[in-house]
Each structure stands twice: as C-alpha cells, then as structure tokens.
T-cell receptor
Framework: EAQVTQNPRYLITVTGKKLTVTCSQN?????MSWYRQDPGLGLRQIYY???????DKGDVPEGYKVSRKEKRNFPLILESPSPNQTSLYFC?????????????FGPGTRLTVL | RKEVEQDPGPFNVPEGATVAFNCTYS??????FFWYRQDCRKEPKLLMS???SGNEDGRFTAQLNRASQYISLLIRDSKLSDSATYLC????????????FGKGTKLSVKP
C-alpha cells in the first residue's frame, strides 16, 4: 500500500529542546516537502527536496532544518523550538516536478511548544 | 492580491443542494491547478485536477478561466459526506513541487 508515514503524530515539548519529526514514503518518489498548517494561514511550505542530498527552502524555512540522505526519508529538524512553531505539520511526496502531480500527504504531526 | 484566495465560508447547505466554490490566483504563469479536500484534522487529499477545458468527476465539476485567473468547483446533489474543507491549489513560482494552497472553504452539508 502506498504510504507516507510521520512520527510522532503528537508531540508536546518545551522551548529550546531539539526535536526531529520523521517522514518516510514507500512510493519511490523523488520529491518530498514539509508543510505547516495554521488557523487562518492555510498550508505553507517549509522545505522541499528534489532528490537525495538536494533540498531547498520553501516559504517559511526559518527555525527548521531538513536532510535527505535516503530517498525514502525526509526528517524535519527543529534545533531550538519556540512557541511560534506550534502547528500541524504535514510531509508530502510526489513523483514529478513543477507541482504537476498529485501530492500525497502524511497523516500529520501536531506539535505544541510550551 | 494574495497568491491564492478563497472565500473561507462556511457554506452551510442542505443535502441535495448544489454549491459552488470560487478561487482566484495571482501568478499568471501558473500551469497546474487542483482542488484538494481536507477533513477535520486530517491530511489533504487530491479531489481533482483542473484542466483548461474544464473537467467533471461524478458530481464534481471544475472550471478554469486563465484570463481571469479564476478556478471554480461545483458540487451537485451534496451529500453529508461532502462536509469538509476544500482547498484551491496552484503551482507556485518555483518549479520543484512548490504548491501554493488557498486557506480553504469550509462546507457543511446538513440533513
């Protein structure tokens, strides 16, 4: 079954404590993205990756890091989380470029930073 | 002008009603257009792509007007299960999977 998995699904943490949200896909897609969704602001892209070792900033990259060492995994790293990073995070994958293909989203990670 | 703009709703309609959602986008160079559906606290899922000639999928019809930079979604014979938030999505400035999402229009179908 085609799948995008994220872990953890829910996380409550404190300011400054480094955390990683994992994302894994089994569809062999080259493209992966991270989004955050906030009330009244919609979905905004944080980072994306076109292939292994190729990543680039999206619209709201500040405070986040990513890595793409393997095709299937695209972890999101918050080195020093702050309360304004409290949000619902989605990982997404798609096979082609230019945003022309269906994006498959993971189930989401609800993060609260106290 | 915001990149992708939608009426946030909510649209409260009875079962069986026809409802239309509109969306405008600012980037005239955009080439790809989609409607995604998002249930409460769940991930967005593709409802349908939007083609220049317009396209239909069962009770759902999508239209694109490039001259006006306008996209629409029509839902006929609404079902309770259509209750969700509908996201208008357009490919962005970049070429690498950069999608711009509207904030969504919330639909609530009542018995």
């Amino acid at each position: 079954e085609a799948q995008v998995t994220q872990n953890p699904r829910y996380l409550i943490t404190v300011t400054g404590k480094k955390l990683t949200v994992t994302c894994s896909q089994n569809m062999n897609h080259e493209y992966m993205s991270w989004y955050r969704q906030d009330p009244g602001l919609g979905l905004r892209q944080i980072y994306y990756s076109m292939n292994v070792e190729v990543t680039d900033k999206g619209d709201v990259p500040e405070g986040y890091k990513v890595s793409r060492k393997e095709k299937r995994n695209f972890p999101l790293i918050l080195e020093s989380p702050s309360p304004n990073q409290t949000s619902l995070y989605f990982c997404a994958t798609h096979v082609g470029s230019g945003g022309t293909d269906t994006q498959y989203f993971g189930p989401g990670t609800r993060l609260t930073v106290l | 002008r915001k990149e992708v703009e939608q009426d946030p709703g909510p649209f409260n309609v009875p079962e069986g009603a026809t409802v239309a959602f509109n969306c405008t986008y600012s980037n005239s160079a955009s080439q790809s257009f989609f409607w995604y559906r998002q249930d409460c606290r769940k991930e967005p899922k593709l409802l349908m792509s939007v083609y220049s000639s317009g396209n239909e999928d069962g009770r759902f019809t999508a239209q694109l007007n490039r001259a006006s930079q306008y996209i629409s979604l029509l839902i006929r014979d609404s079902k309770l299960s259509d209750s969700a938030t509908y996201l208008c999505v357009v490919n962005g400035r970049g070429s690498q999977g950069n999608l711009i999402f509207g904030k969504g229009t919330k639909l609530s179908v009542k018995p």
